[in-house]
């Protein structure tokens, strides 16, 4: 059995996919996925009609059908994700997957710098009230690691250079449907998290757990 969050969602997703006779379940704190596929056609179904309810023409006549509308905590979700996309949030994304080195001489010069970044993120992508202590000891193990702070940022031009390049696995086939069971645990300060229904494309989900504080 797997868990990941994060980069983690994508090796658990890799695992599933190349192994799944070992792959018995995953679970992950990271509800990421795709809009289901047409392949699946009830599930997609389901998906525009929801998808329409938050339109303005059709989401007064659809709001009176609970299983066709999202909850209050989905279209929290839903906005948060798409701001995360389109705004400034994701600039260190696009920054990190093209010149990575350009921010690891940063990195690796400066404690002070590397603490600006990992605190804002820290305060930007969390509910949680972060002591000075943990906040240290964070830094800490980036800034006194074997390989460097600076090695933390090559994962992300690797991994999206590998997503695209027709390697094990391709982008798209992370939100194809696998073998073994889904466990999901939802947490509202996630920075990303998609709808429950889309998560069902991805395969047989027995495990969902909403939580009030936390991500």
Same mark, same amino acid.
């Given at each position: 059995?797997?868990?990941? $969050?994060?980069? $983690?969602?994508?090796?658990?997703?890799?695992?599933?996919? #190349?192994?799944?006779? &070992?792959? !018995?379940?995953?679970?992950?704190?990271?509800? /990421?996925?795709?809009? *289901?596929?047409?392949?699946?056609?009830?599930?997609?179904?389901?998906?525009? #009609?929801?998808?329409? &309810? %938050?339109?303005?023409?059709?989401?007064?006549?659809?709001?009176?059908?609970?299983?066709?509308?999202?909850?209050?905590?989905? #279209?929290?979700?839903l906005e948060r994700a798409k701001s995360?996309?389109?705004? @400034?949030? !994701?600039?260190?994304? %696009?920054?990190?997957?093209?010149? @990575?080195?350009?921010?690891?001489?940063?990195?690796?010069?400066?404690?002070?710098?590397? =603490?600006?970044?990992?605190?804002?993120?820290?305060?930007?992508? &969390?509910?949680?009230?972060?002591?000075?202590?943990?906040?240290?000891?964070?830094?800490?193990?980036?800034?006194?690691?074997?390989?460097?702070?600076?090695?933390?940022?090559?994962?992300?031009?690797?991994?999206?250079?590998?997503m695209g390049a027709g390697e094990q696995?391709?982008?798209?086939?992370?939100?194809?449907?696998?073998?073994?069971? %889904?466990?999901? &645990?939802?947490? *509202? $300060?996630?920075? #990303? !998290?998609?709808? !429950? =229904?889309?998560?069902?494309? /991805?395969?047989?989900?027995?495990?969902?757990?909403?939580?009030?504080?936390? $991500?």
């Amino acid at each position: 059995m797997t868990q990941g $969050g994060d980069w $983690g969602y994508f090796i658990t997703r890799t695992i599933a996919h #190349l192994y799944p006779a &070992s792959a !018995r379940a995953m679970h992950t704190n990271f509800p /990421l996925s795709a809009f *289901p596929s047409a392949f699946s056609p009830i599930l997609f179904l389901r998906s525009v #009609l929801k998808f329409a &309810s %938050i339109l303005p023409v059709v989401g007064p006549i659809l709001k009176f059908v609970p299983f066709l509308t999202y909850s209050p905590a989905e #279209l929290t979700a839903l906005e948060r994700a798409k701001s995360w996309a389109e705004g @400034p949030g !994701r600039a260190y994304w %696009i920054l990190f997957g093209t010149k @990575p080195q350009t921010i690891a001489y940063s990195f690796a010069d400066s404690p002070a710098g590397l =603490l600006g970044f990992l605190w804002e993120k820290m305060k930007d992508w &969390s509910q949680y009230d972060w002591s000075d202590e943990e906040i240290l000891t964070w830094v800490s193990i980036y800034w006194f690691s074997t390989p460097g702070a600076d090695a933390s940022v090559w994962i992300y031009k690797e991994g999206i250079k590998g997503m695209g390049a027709g390697e094990q696995l391709t982008s798209a086939q992370f939100f194809t449907r696998s073998e073994g069971k %889904i466990g999901v &645990s939802c947490w *509202p $300060g996630e920075i #990303l !998290r998609m709808p !429950r =229904l889309w998560l069902q494309g /991805l395969g047989d989900v027995v495990f969902w757990r909403e939580h009030e504080r936390g $991500g």
